[in-house]
């Protein structure tokens, strides 16, 4: 796996063979023979072993070692103490020029962790020297896996060398194999420690099509509720990342199925059972809309619009009536309000929020694009990554009636003006206004929005025009000066 640009993953599925030859599994096998050359325990360990049973390339590289951290930042040379706290050293290798070949491995010293008194992170941890003891303080059985790089190398790297190169103290392989997500060691002791563990559980449900194990779904259930004990960052972290792994829609079913959504997102939790008019919604009500709408987010989505398809009909539980049929008069700007307080609990930046609210603001306007005039048209095109309106709006169609007359006429609109025709460079400025004897004032800013407006129509085209064009428009404003 890979980060895109917006930091979701790209999952690449490789024959493990081909994986094992790239420079980031080198650098990890490099630094096991090393760490074992100097007489300490050495493994791969938790997610990229996981990954590599899964035949898919790994997001990078962990090893568990009984080496102490004084004794990893000795025996490498570029290093960096990022976990020192938890024994966590991060190894650089390969030149930093060629990118081809540098790589960063995590190596983490075996521990296991204390007592847990703040519901994330353990209050101190042990080094240990059993691996076994290390595995047992990981989250589910899938992550607790370790791999002996050295056994692979000379080996067509099949499912046999593979299964002979992995040591598995906690039955990982066995859940594995049966697609199951299951708590190590006690579930509800596990999740009463880390309540974030609960979001992971689902999060790797959804991202590779597993059950969560029966035990450990009753223990999420019964601790559903602590999950607001831990950073709303982390919260958001998790959500965004379940929202653009290409499994949203699953990921949210479990949400929905473990209690979680109802305490990190009650605002979507009301969207179960809220009817809709079955002429514009023959798929059923709003949450059925939405989960559509999140089976269309591709991996890799940008996280805004991933957000925008989850939050655009928040408004309508609050604003659903029956007239003479099922309406939801004003659920764009209540949905608005509702979006701008989730985006501030979840901390989510400001530009963030901009394009988000932006998002839930403008997605009933397409059905409006034929009838506008071609300066609102114009207008509507230069809202800020119009893309992710679109595709925000295609999705939206369908998930409901499956009409995308709308999307094709802007979408084709869109395509055919080029950025200097929807964002002109204007043919009067502040200074020219002034030369003509305007002074700067409230109404200023009317006369220069009155001539773009005029320009995005079309009916004047040239400094000149618009000179008349204020002339004829605001002509008292300079006799009598009470233009401000
Ligand atoms: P991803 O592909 O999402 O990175 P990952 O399994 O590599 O998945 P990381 O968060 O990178 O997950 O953590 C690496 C390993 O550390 C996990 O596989 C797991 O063994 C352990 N781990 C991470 N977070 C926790 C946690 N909250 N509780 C227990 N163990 C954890
Ligand atoms: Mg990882």
Request: net charge negative; proline share 4%; aromatic share 8%.
């Amino acid at each position: 796996m890979r980060r895109s640009e917006t930091g979701s993953m790209i999952i690449v599925m490789l024959p493990v063979s081909e994986i094992v030859a790239k420079p980031e599994f080198a650098a990890a096998l490099g630094i096991v023979s090393k760490l074992r050359e100097r007489g300490c325990e050495a493994w791969l360990a938790g997610g990229c072993v996981r990954d590599l049973l899964l035949g898919r390339e790994p997001l990078d590289y962990d090893v568990a070692t009984s080496a102490r951290p004084d004794v990893v930042l000795d025996l490498f040379p570029r290093t960096f103490s990022v976990g020192a706290h938890f024994g966590v050293v991060l190894v650089a290798t390969g030149s930093e020029n060629k990118e081809e070949d540098f790589a960063l491995t995590e190596v983490a010293t075996f521990r296991s962790d204390g007592v847990y008194s703040d519901g994330r992170h353990p209050d101190e941890v042990q080094y240990t020297n059993r691996a076994a003891e290390d595995v047992l303080r990981r989250d589910f059985t899938i992550n607790g896996l370790l791999l002996d790089p050295e056994k692979l190398v000379g080996t067509d790297c099949d499912a046999d060398s593979l299964r002979n190169a992995v040591v598995d103290h906690v039955g990982g392989l066995a859940d594995l194999e049966r697609k199951i997500i299951r708590a190590i060691g006690e579930p509800s002791r596990r999740f009463e420690e880390d309540h974030l563990r609960m979001l992971r559980a689902v999060r790797f449900a959804a991202r590779f099509g597993f059950e969560i194990d029966a035990a450990t779904m009753n223990s999420i259930r019964a601790q559903a509720a602590k999950i607001n004990n831990v950073s709303r960052e982390r919260i958001r972290d998790e959500l965004t990342r379940m929202l653009t792994e290409g499994k949203a829609r699953r990921a949210f079913e479990l949400l929905d199925s473990s209690g979680l959504l109802a305490v990190v997102l009650p605002e979507v939790a009301r969207l179960k059972g809220v009817e809709q008019p079955p002429q514009y919604h023959p798929e059923g009500d709003v949450w059925t809309h939405t989960l559509l709408l999140l089976d269309q987010l591709e991996s890799c989505a940008p996280m805004t619009l991933a957000w925008g398809a989850l939050l655009h009909d928040v408004g309508k539980p609050p604003t659903f009536r029956i007239a003479e049929r099922i309406r939801f008069d004003g659920h764009v700007d209540v949905g608005v309000a509702i979006g701008a307080e989730i985006c501030r609990r979840f901390r989510f930046s400001n530009d963030e929020t901009h394009l988000i609210l932006s998002l839930i603001e403008n997605h009933m306007r397409f059905a409006d694009a034929e009838r506008m005039k071609s300066s609102t048209l114009k207008r509507f095109f230069r809202l800020e990554s119009f893309e992710e309106h679109l595709a925000l709006h295609r999705m939206d169609c369908l998930a409901g009636s499956g009409n995308l007359d709308h999307w094709n006429f802007v979408r084709e609109q869109y395509a055919a003006l080029p950025p200097e025709v929807v964002r002109p460079k204007p043919l009067l400025t502040g200074r020219e206004l002034i030369a003509l004897g305007y002074k700067p004032g409230a109404l200023f800013k009317e006369i220069l929005h009155a001539v773009e407006e005029a320009q995005l129509e079309g009916s004047i085209t040239s400094e000149s025009e618009a000179v008349e064009f204020v002339h004829t428009h605001y002509p008292q404003q300079i006799e009598s000066g009470n233009y401000e």
